[in-house]
């Protein structure tokens, strides 16, 4: 009874660091999501995925990298993290696109 | 600007009073409006969802009502419980551009006993 399940919760990054965000669903949903949520303001999408083997540019895609090589994976990186970048990452998935989505719990990524 | 518009950013209220969220909305062509419950560190989870052609879409103690005309929806929450303290997040599903989804930057509700 998973659903999905994002790792870490929880990181702190000196500025410059990279790291990676693991997104995994056990849905079989075709569609996943990476969004930010910045206090103040509505969740905004980073980047997502159609289907295996597919990625696109959401809202804010600067400064980000997805990669979705399984059906069931959906992963971010940050190649050089920036303070700007710190916020609260969830990933989310769906079977049709953009309908009811499915979110992970979430993690807290600061950038110092 | 932002296209889905909540208010208020934040409420407190008693235990067992009733509540009422807003949501105005400039999307246009719209597709459906969802409202989702995020409580504290967690992912949104969908309460309703309704469709351009109704009015009104309750689960449990909660019932939404939409004004597709005027582009408004609000959230009634009834005999508030203490569970009910979260953020309540709009959400607006565009007809084109991809079904694109805005998000409303929600309103955070505080039930104290």
């Known amino acids: 009874n998973a659903g999905v399940t994002q790792t870490p919760k929880f990181r702190v990054l000196k500025t410059g660091q990279s790291m990676t965000l693991l997104c995994a669903q056990d849905?079989?949903?075709?569609?996943m999501y990476w969004y930010r949520q910045d206090p103040g303001m509505g969740l905004r999408l980073i980047h997502y995925s159609v289907g295996e083997g597919t990625t696109a540019k959401g809202e804010v895609p600067d400064g980000y990298n997805v990669s979705r090589l399984k059906k069931q994976n959906f992963l971010l990186g940050l190649e050089s993290a920036a303070p700007s970048q710190t916020s609260v990452y969830f990933c989310a998935s769906s079977n049709e696109m953009n309908t009811e989505a499915f979110f992970g719990q979430g993690t807290r990524l600061t950038v110092v | 600007k932002n296209q889905v518009e909540q208010s208020p950013q934040s409420l407190i209220i008693l235990e067992g009073k009733n509540c009422t969220l807003q949501?105005?909305?400039?999307?246009?062509?719209?597709?459906?409006l969802r409202w989702y419950k995020q409580d504290t560190g967690r992912g949104p989870v969908s309460l309703t969802i309704m469709t351009f052609s109704e009015n009104t879409k309750s689960n449990g103690r909660y019932t939404a009502t939409l004004d597709a005309d005027t582009k408004q929806s609000s959230l009634h929450i009834t005999a508030s419980q203490l569970s009910d303290s979260a953020s309540y997040i709009c959400?607006?599903?565009?007809?084109?551009?991809?079904?694109?989804?805005?998000f409303g930057a929600g309103t955070t509700v505080t039930v104290r006993a």
């Open positions: 949501c105005n909305y400039t999307v246009s062509p719209f597709s459906n």
């Open positions: 959400v607006v599903r565009e007809r084109a551009n991809d079904y694109k989804l805005s």
């Open positions: 849905m079989n949903h075709e569609y």
